[in-house]
């Protein structure tokens, strides 16, 4: 039978966990978003970001700057959150507009408030094997696969794509676990050959149902990454449904993947909130 990996089930879990943490402390958790402009599906992340602190008693914050922002003033921006001791959390939303240098902006923002991970000095730890903050998808994605007991230790772990925020650090992630990983990318030869292989395989591509079945052996356990919108509003992943019925698990769209990036984004925010002053 094939075991469907819930995000919706997994992500209650956790911030069910996180909630009764926070109810016992005095001080709150505080994440601050800082947006800059008006992008539509940026207002939409922002919202659902909110509504999910508020769900775990966390304080939220939201930070809007007019897209003229120069890059200097929005470091200074940076340095009074990176300052206030009362905020323990800071995300920069991206996209940034163009005039705007994103990884210089992720650089400014103090290592132990950057609760997605993205500094350079949170990514040289995970690939060292220490402690630091994991962008919130790889971080959801080892979480739901704990969360069904899917264990990784010595399996073949194929991630699909290289992208800075999902298949690298995941692939650094699940190495750091003891699994023996290989990364697939556009200039991949072959790529059939090596998803074929994958005890689970990790696809984060970004092309609509690109992974049929002729991609996978059976058995496997497939974790779906890509979101994508149809026609007619419904949303759907990377992985094509036809592959399912030979995986012994999967991560359906929705309901996969995507509530797993919040609740991480929810733990890391509590790290950071624990961790504070030290
Ligand atoms: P990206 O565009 O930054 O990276 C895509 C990667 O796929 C690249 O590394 C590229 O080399 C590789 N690739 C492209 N074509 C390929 C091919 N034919 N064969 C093999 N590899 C190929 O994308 P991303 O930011 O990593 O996101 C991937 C998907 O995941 C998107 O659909 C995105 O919307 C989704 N996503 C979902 C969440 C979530 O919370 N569920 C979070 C982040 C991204």
Same mark, same amino acid.
């Given at each position: 039978m094939?075991?469907?990996?819930? =995000?919706?089930?997994a992500?209650?879990?956790?911030?069910?966990?996180?909630?009764?943490?926070?109810?016992?402390?005095? %001080?709150?958790?505080?994440?601050?978003?800082?947006?800059?402009?008006?992008?539509?599906?940026?207002?939409?992340?922002?919202k &659902?970001k909110?509504?999910?602190?508020?769900?775990?008693?966390f304080m939220?914050?939201?930070?809007?700057y007019?897209?003229?922002?120069?890059?200097?003033?929005?470091?200074?921006?940076?340095?009074?959150?990176?300052?206030?001791?009362d905020?323990?959390?800071i995300?920069?939303?991206l996209?940034?507009?163009?005039?705007i240098n994103?990884? %210089?902006?992720?650089?400014?923002?103090?290592?132990?408030?950057?609760?997605?991970?993205?500094?350079?000095?949170n990514? =040289?730890?995970?690939?060292?094997?220490?402690?630091?903050?994991?962008?919130?998808?790889?971080?959801g994605?080892l979480?739901?696969?704990?969360?069904?007991?899917i264990?990784?230790?010595?399996?073949?772990?194929?991630?699909?794509?290289?992208?800075?925020?999902?298949?690298?650090?995941?692939?650094?992630?699940?190495?750091?676990?003891?699994?023996?990983?290989?990364?697939? /990318?556009?200039?991949?030869k072959n790529?059939? /050959?090596?998803?074929?292989?994958?005890?689970?395989?990790?696809?984060?591509? =970004?092309?609509?149902?690109?992974?049929? %079945? %002729?991609?996978?052996?059976?058995?496997?356990?497939?974790?779906?990454?890509?979101?994508?919108? &149809?026609?007619?509003?419904?949303?759907?992943?990377?992985?094509?449904?036809?592959?399912?019925?030979l995986?012994?698990?999967?991560?359906?769209?929705?309901?996969?993947?995507?509530?797993?990036?919040?609740?991480?984004?929810?733990?890391?925010?509590?790290?950071a909130?624990?961790?504070?002053?030290?």
């Amino acid at each position: 039978m094939t075991l469907i990996l819930n =995000g919706v089930a997994a992500s209650q879990a956790i911030k069910e966990q996180i909630k009764q943490t926070v109810t016992q402390e005095r %001080e709150k958790p505080h994440l601050v978003v800082v947006l800059v402009g008006d992008n539509l599906a940026s207002e939409v992340y922002v919202k &659902n970001k909110e509504k999910s602190c508020k769900e775990v008693g966390f304080m939220s914050s939201v930070k809007r700057y007019d897209s003229t922002i120069s890059q200097e003033a929005l470091f200074k921006e940076l340095d009074k959150l990176n300052n206030d001791k009362d905020i323990h959390g800071i995300i920069v939303q991206l996209p940034l507009p163009n005039h705007i240098n994103a990884n %210089e902006i992720i650089d400014h923002i103090a290592p132990h408030k950057d609760v997605d991970g993205f500094h350079p000095l949170n990514v =040289g730890n995970l690939h060292r094997g220490q402690s630091s903050f994991v962008s919130a998808t790889p971080l959801g994605i080892l979480r739901l696969l704990e969360f069904y007991s899917i264990d990784v230790v010595s399996k073949h772990v194929v991630v699909v794509g290289r992208s800075n925020i999902v298949g690298k650090p995941i692939a650094a992630l699940l190495l750091n676990a003891n699994a023996t990983v290989t990364i697939t /990318h556009s200039k991949t030869k072959n790529l059939m /050959h090596h998803t074929k292989q994958a005890d689970i395989l990790i696809v984060a591509v =970004g092309i609509k149902q690109l992974i049929t %079945e %002729e991609y996978v052996k059976e058995g496997v356990v497939i974790v779906d990454v890509g979101i994508h919108r &149809n026609d007619d509003g419904t949303l759907c992943g990377d992985v094509h449904p036809s592959a399912y019925a030979l995986s012994s698990a999967y991560s359906p769209v929705p309901k996969g993947v995507g509530p797993m990036t919040i609740a991480a984004l929810l733990l890391n925010t509590l790290q950071a909130f624990q961790e504070r002053g030290r």
